[in-house]
């Protein structure tokens, strides 16, 4: 050996040398075998990363995926990029396993569908089969050498790994193993888990035998997927079970209990993967299963409803099975699950969830338990879908009242109940003491939570509609523009809380006479909202709608009927013909249709409309207001004056009462008055009547609201558009 050493130093016969040391796990044992001197060089492959303390180490990752393909393609040129795009997939273009399966339909012809077949019922089967030339173990011997000298060395990383064998494959936090599980796991694994450098010894020692790979950038392990399949087949079924408990109780331990805080969010995404895959649901486990219903309030927060549902039916499932319905962890996630069907527009669904979760709290809590008026409130909420906004309010009022009784105004779930009882309120047409109530709980929440939480926000947002409603257009428009960034820059561009107020901040816009910035943004969220929920969600539609009110207003009149004719179908398939959102489309499109020239047609509709809208909300709501000031014009473009005249006179009485005499919505009636006068042939009065409008519409809206220029020319009646409220 000597003799070699020193001819390799002296360049003798060859001076341009490499020497190769293959596998090379230590450097202590490898380094007396290197050349003191020479023109050559060194090749060391290792796994150990103790080596890039000895010489510039230069990391070999997983194939790219163009490099699998070609592998794949080269070894069977019968395979599709398709195919081997799949496979490469599967086995997450490892090298040594990419290897393996081409070999192995080389030498079999095995089409690529029948592999990928066997490969997702028998991995480890296939996995284990003979090594490729070259190549001296199959794959998963190749780990098992690796894994025996770990369990040998360090019991405890290796424990640590068969954890991370039932969390998501690639990355897994190092945080998840920060927090304390409720619960013993094994002695060695709980003095690693409690004691940081013993962790991060052990993280080490898996590292050295390449078995993860601890990513600094991002503080994470990254394990690849068949190397949990190697781990997870050589434990036994004791073994398997204690370590897929052992991931569940770390993954409650890192819960942050707080689902509404976008601040978690992060936390909560990192630990949703492991919850899925760990098969979380299956815990037994008190706060396992508070974690997972956390996790159903984060997607729901999120906006990702799909994955919301299908985690609150998968709990729901096992959960039912295990407890019973009456079970309370099972009522919970019940509950939550009605929330997540209502934000997609699956009402009927919702509805009966919610009945049933009542029915369940009445028979095991009973009538005056928090639980029991937190499934009332929700009961609430259907009535509202239904369109019996009366009766929604009548219960919302009880469930808060019966809530400061029990637990003081300042507690989160009478908070919680005056924000919804905020909301009911505002549909019943109630404004001004929705805005009393909604601004003393947006105080009360700010002092709770912290003026940047979701909670409120979400009643900020119900203060801004409260003076939108009210007439304050200026300030809603100001207030909507500061919510709307705020929570674009807290919450992310396409959260669908922040999306609502990109809608409503195209109503804000247009009542404010900003008609082009408000066609650009009903668009811009109607396109985010669609691309994202589809048609039919309650988002998506209501965007719809504001979308067609702003192209009346720029004066593309068949676009705006052809796409306010999709959106009223729509709107009567979801709610029903008569529920005043659905009344709400009507109006807005007969007005487009009056302005297209069809008096008629706008007249008949908005007859029925109102007849409607004063069965179900009575003549005194602001919906019924609006849609009689509409009728009016309707009967004023028919030449029928007298009954336009009529109706104004009556609906300005009204709408002075409700609203104020100042309210636009009044304003706009008195505006049309005159010209009924004019054409009446009562000139002296319209004159006056005409001009202490235009003075008090300017005062109201500002003299370049298009409004106010309208009224001031004797040629445009004034018409109202009726923006459907959240439910």
Not at 371 to 399: M, W
Request: hydrophobic share 40%.
């Amino acid at each position: 050996m000597n003799a070699v050493l020193e001819a390799l130093r002296r360049g003798e016969p060859y001076d341009n040398w490499l020497l190769v040391f293959d596998n090379a796990d230590s450097p202590e044992t490898v380094r007396p075998y290197f050349p003191l001197g020479g023109r050559g060089n060194v090749l060391v492959t290792s796994r150990n990363p103790q080596w890039a303390s000895v010489a510039k180490p230069l990391e070999v990752n997983v194939f790219r995926r163009e490099e699998s393909v070609e592998l794949l393609r080269r070894r069977g040129p019968d395979i599709t990029d398709d195919e081997a795009d799949r496979l490469a997939t599967a086995l997450g273009d490892l090298p040594l396993a990419i290897e393996q399966a081409a070999a192995w339909r080389a030498e079999t012809g095995m089409p690529a569908d029948e592999y990928l077949r066997l490969l997702d019922e028998k991995q480890v089967d296939l996995l284990g089969l003979a090594a490729p030339l070259d190549y001296q173990l199959p794959v998963i011997a190749a780990w098992n050498v690796s894994l025996d000298q770990l369990e040998t060395k360090n019991p405890a990383a290796m424990q640590l790994l068969q954890l991370c064998a039932f969390c998501a494959p690639e990355s897994i936090s190092r945080n998840l193993f920060s927090g304390r599980p409720g619960a013993p796991i094994t002695p060695e694994l709980d003095r690693v888990l409690r004691d940081p450098i013993r962790l991060g010894q052990a993280i080490r020692e898996i590292g050295r035998y390449s078995l993860a790979r601890f990513d600094f950038r991002a503080n994470s392990l990254q394990m690849h997927r068949l190397v949990q399949t190697a781990m997870v087949a050589r434990m036994t079924d004791s073994e398997r079970r204690r370590m897929r408990d052992g991931v569940h109780l770390l993954l409650a331990a890192n819960d942050p209990n707080d689902p509404h805080n976008a601040n978690h969010w992060p936390r909560y995404g990192e630990l949703y993967a492991h919850l899925i895959v760990s098969e979380a649901v299956g815990s037994t486990d008190p706060y396992v299963r508070t974690l997972i219903i956390n996790e159903v309030l984060y997607l729901l927060r999120w906006g990702n409803f799909d994955a919301a549902l299908h985690l609150a039916r998968s709990a729901y499932e096992s959960w039912r099975q295990d407890g019973g319905e009456d079970d309370a962890k099972t009522l919970e996630v019940s509950k939550w699950k009605g929330a997540v069907l209502l934000s997609m527009g699956r009402y009927a669904e919702a509805a009966a969830v919610n009945d049933r979760v009542l029915a369940a709290y009445r028979r095991t809590v009973g009538e005056d338990h928090e639980d029991t008026l937190d499934a009332l409130g929700n009961v609430a909420v259907s009535q509202r879908v239904k369109g019996d906004f009366a009766a929604a309010l009548e219960l919302s009022e009880s469930v808060h009242e019966r809530y400061l009784r029990l637990l003081g105004e300042e507690d989160p779930e009478t908070l919680r109940a005056a924000h919804n009882l905020g909301v009911s309120l505002r549909l019943a047409g109630h404004f001004a003491r929705a805005r009393e109530l909604d601004a003393r709980t947006w105080h009360s929440k700010q002092q709770l939570y912290g003026q940047d939480h979701i909670l409120s926000l979400v009643t900020w947002l119900s203060v801004i509609l409260d003076n939108r409603e009210l007439g304050d257009y200026h300030k809603a428009l100001t207030h909507q523009r500061e919510l709307t960034e705020r929570c674009a820059r807290l919450l992310g561009q396409v959260n669908p809380f922040t999306l609502s107020n990109v809608r409503h901040l195209a109503v804000a816009l247009r009542k404010s006479g900003l008609h082009a910035e408000a066609r650009e943004t009903a668009a811009r969220a109607r396109e985010e909202l669609v691309g994202r929920y589809g048609e039919n969600n309650p988002g998506s539609m209501a965007s719809t709608l504001e979308l067609s009110i702003d192209l009346r207003h720029a004066g593309e009149l068949t676009t705006a009927r052809d796409l306010g004719a999709r959106i009223h179908a729509q709107y009567t398939q979801t709610y029903g013909r008569a529920h005043p959102h659905t009344l709400a489309a009507e109006v807005d499109l007969a007005v487009t249709q009056r302005h297209l020239g069809d008096p008629e047609a706008a007249h008949a509709m908005d007859e029925r409309a109102l007849e409607d809208l004063h069965r179900v909300l009575g003549e005194r709501h602001p919906s019924s207001l609006v849609c009689a000031t509409n009728l009016a014009s309707d009967r004023y473009a028919l030449g029928r004056y007298a009954a336009a005249r009529e109706l104004d006179e009556r609906t300005l009485a009204l709408s002075s009462e409700v609203l104020g005499e100042e309210h636009p919505s009044t304003l706009a009636c008195a505006a049309n008055l005159p010209l009924d006068l004019r054409a009446l042939g009562d000139r002296e009065e319209a004159e006056r009547l005409h001009s202490a409008t235009a003075e008090r519409l300017n005062r109201a809206l500002g003299a370049d609201h298009p409004a106010v220029r309208q009224a001031v020319d004797w040629e445009h009646r004034a018409d109202c558009d009726i923006d459907p409220l959240p439910l």
